[in-house]
């Protein structure tokens, strides 16, 4: 009850500075309004991307497209950054400045029951949640404050993933044979220790491998599902559970202080790696590769020298880490709902994949089983790698991301690996300081 209270109280304060001008929902035509925030760098005009030189085309694709089909709906875009985006988007929704959200933080936002349940219209219509890639559409599940199992209040717009991804060129100037397909931790580990030091041929420091300081919790989480663990259970905040202090958590802290002696210093601070998928890179492993990584990779002309693999995976268990990206969500109080519904759904078909990935892929993955026909997807093994993460991570995605235990883990992280802190200690901290958070929701 407090956390709500607080929470409505910040909303308001952050609503009272939102204009409210143009929410009106119905236009002089007569054609119900649809208001679509959006979190990223979208433009709505062409522009031209940085490393091919390619002409990207604007959302005013999509919106022209949309309203051809919809002649009875005005789509609004109102694309925003990520910064501050979970408070923002809130405010929004209080505010009812939009009808449809984009909301990675999910389960945050159900859990305050401001977000609409889409069963019902997935019923209705008879929707064919087959379109999506396998896993996304439970993965995005959440619970609002009075159920009891997970729901969808969202469905995918865009995919994320993690994935180890490693330089041949420098495995083949080390004489080290070639990660496989899906590696264990200690192939990894040990190729990682072969590899930091003088390269053997260009005389050049070397490291084993790397993250992004931003990846090491998810990197201790997948680690420790490797082992066997878990990170907790739970589907809203008051009844979450977590195990940041299992026997199995310190073992894949230990083993993750043993990969970060092989990076560059700074990882942790998201420095030291900026030469990966580089022509002068000098790192052999990337443990938390993106799809950005692979992209420019794409656009460098390096495809064959770079490799993508799959992360960590328990052998019987089959727990892999989880899938990020964003879903779409309705507020629960847009007045235009089953007009904003059809906006959802239209996301779904093969022309918006299509425009996605040729216009948006930096922002990130198309999410329906259309994208493995696509050029450049279906003709480049490290693409097909990646889009195939997105339906064999462990699914759902994990409650305690959405809200300040995360960012309580990887404070716990990053003692450990820069300031040399107990593991056992530092962890223990971490559960209770989450359990502490917990019993104030």
């Not at 199992?149 to 420098?170: A, S, V």
């Not at 090491?216 to 940041?244: C, H, Q």
């Amino acid at each position: 009850m407090k956390r709500r209270l607080l929470f409505l109280a910040l909303v308001m304060v952050i609503a009272a500075g939102l204009s409210l001008a143009g929410c009106s929902r119905e236009s002089s035509g007569g054609k119900a309004v649809v208001r679509v925030q959006l979190i990223g760098d979208f433009q709505m005009t062409d522009r031209t991307d940085p490393v091919s030189g390619e002409t990207l085309k604007g959302l005013y694709v999509v919106e022209q497209e949309f309203e051809r089909l919809h002649p009875d709906i005005d789509i609004v875009l109102l694309p925003m950054g990520w910064d501050d985006y979970q408070k923002k988007t809130q405010a929004m929704i209080i505010a009812n400045e939009a009808d449809v959200y984009q909301v990675p933080g999910i389960a945050a936002l159900s859990d305050q029951g401001l977000l609409e349940n889409l069963e019902s219209y997935i019923q209705r219509d008879k929707f064919d949640l087959g379109v999506y890639i396998d896993g996304q559409v439970d993965g995005w599940k959440t619970a609002g404050p009075n159920d009891q199992e997970n729901h969808i209040y969202g469905l995918p717009l865009m995919g994320d993933t993690r994935y180890i991804i490693y330089d041949k060129k420098i495995f083949d100037d080390w004489g080290v044979a070639y990660l496989s397909a899906t590696p264990t931790v200690e192939e990894v580990l040990e190729a990682a220790r072969k590899m930091t030091g003088k390269n053997p041929k260009t005389g050049e420091q070397n490291y084993g491998v790397t993250i992004r300081g931003r990846d090491a919790d998810d990197t201790l989480v997948n680690l420790n599902e490797y082992f066997g663990g878990s990170w907790g259970s739970g589907i809203r905040f008051p009844d979450m559970k977590v195990e940041f202090n299992s026997s199995t958590m310190v073992k894949a802290a230990g083993l993750l202080k043993q990969l970060l002696a092989y990076a560059p210093s700074g990882t942790m601070q998201d420095a030291g790696s900026e030469k990966f998928g580089q022509p002068d890179n000098n790192i052999a492993i990337h443990l938390r590769g993106n799809p950005s990584i692979t992209m420019n990779i794409q656009a460098l002309g390096l495809d064959s020298r770079y490799t993508a693999a799959r992360l960590f995976v328990h052998p019987t268990l089959n727990k892999g880490n989880l899938f990020v990206g964003s879903p779409l969500a309705i507020g629960s109080s847009s007045t235009v709902k089953d007009a904003a519904w059809e906006w959802i759904k239209f996301t779904a078909s093969d022309f918006f994949c299509e425009y996605w990935w040729e216009n948006q892929k930096y922002e990130g993955l198309p999410v329906t089983k259309h994208a493995f026909d696509l050029p450049g997807i279906k003709d480049n093994a490290n693409y097909t790698t990646v889009i195939e993460t997105l339906a064999y991570l462990w699914t759902p995605r994990y409650l305690y991301r959405a809200a300040q235990p995360r960012t309580i883990l990887t404070a716990a992280v990053q003692n450990i690996i820069l300031n040399n802190a107990n593991i056992q200690d530092a962890l223990n901290t971490a559960q209770r300081e989450t359990e502490d958070w917990i019993k104030v929701q």
